[in-house]
């Protein structure tokens, strides 16, 4: 008499079992999913997910203040209308086969225009990934504007440098004076520009033996700090 009893709770056990597992897996998943938040919402850089229709499925704040934007205004929004006209091709070709599987990862450097109409030089890797299921892209966000500027102005005092009489030069405080850094434009009095060429060179060997006495006195007067 009680043996379908007792069978009935047997059959009932795997059902509960499998609500357990399904409640542990969800608790799980949202667990995770908070981990990744938590992470991508750190102000260290901007990531954006782009899914399979090309529209920007999620963005971080640093990535929406990259570009000007809130983060409510971005998603949803096709990844190309937020990029200048000169981007929109390379962007797209390269969205393209990265979303299709055939190019996995990729890294460059670009300009971009701000909603206000500032340009933001950017460094982005990309690669491709899943999301929801469905192919799509992720992309790291970095912005090197600074960077950039800087190195811009490096290469414009460069430029000025090489086109002046006047060469640079850096030298040890020692008593022959070596050379340890000297302007490219040193060319034109016939001397390379190189390592050895630097380390081997002494100031004292190279002036006039009627002003040598005078310089290498105020030169030791400078490396002394007086």
């Known amino acids: 008499v009680r043996q379908p009893a007792v069978l009935g709770q047997q059959q009932q056990a795997p059902a509960r079992e499998q609500r357990h597992l399904a409640v542990g ?15 991508v919402e ?16 999620y963005a971080n704040g640093t990535y929406a203040r990259i570009f000007g934007y809130t983060q409510e205004q971005l998603v949803g929004r096709p990844l190309l209308d937020i990029l200048p006209a000169a981007e929109k091709a390379s962007v797209a070709e390269f969205l393209a086969a990265q979303l299709g599987g055939e190019q996995r990862v990729v890294r460059i450097v670009s300009s971009v225009t701000a909603k206000d109409g500032r340009t933001v030089d950017v460094l982005v890797h990309a ?27 490096l290469e414009f ?13 850096r030298a040890q405080a020692t008593d022959d004076l070596p050379i340890t850094y000297v302007s ?3 060319a034109r009095f016939g001397y390379a520009v190189t390592t050895s060429d630097a380390v081997s060179f002494r100031i004292a060997e ?21």
């Open 206 to 226: 190279h002036i006039h033996p009627g002003d040598r006495p005078q310089v290498v006195a105020a030169l030791g007067a400078l490396t002394a700090g007086t």
């Open 42 to 57: 750190q102000d260290v850089t901007g990531i954006c997910i782009v899914a399979d229709d090309s529209r920007i499925a």
């Open 184 to 186: 490219r434009n040193v």
């Open 127 to 153: 690669s491709g990934g899943t999301y929801r299921g469905r192919p799509a892209s992720i992309a790291v966000v970095s912005d090197i504007s600074e960077l950039q500027q800087a190195r811009r102005e």
């Open 157 to 169: 005092a460069d430029i000025i440098v090489a086109q002046s009489p006047i060469v640079l030069f």
């Open 25 to 39: 897996s969800g608790r799980g998943l949202r667990e995770e999913e908070d981990k990744f938040r938590g992470v």
